[in-house]
């Protein structure tokens, strides 16, 4: 059985999808996948900014 993806990596997972608008809709799926604190971890102007660029650029392609 393997490992689930750290929250990190699940947001990561999440804005390349191209199914999440912002990085609070991603914050809010997490929540619901149980992840626990997501605010606390998806934050910084860093992270935030690398998230945005990757839902922008999922977004522009059409969905699968």
Request: glycine content about 6%; charged content about 25%; cysteine-free.
């Amino acid at each position: 059985m393997s490992m689930p993806p750290s929250i990190i990596e699940r947001a990561f997972q999440l804005a390349k999808s191209g199914r999440y608008a912002t990085v609070g809709d991603i914050r809010k799926q997490l929540d619901h996948e149980k992840y626990t604190a997501a605010e606390s971890y998806v934050r910084g102007g860093a992270l935030i900014s690398q998230l945005r660029s990757l839902i922008a650029a999922a977004r522009a392609k059409p969905l699968e």
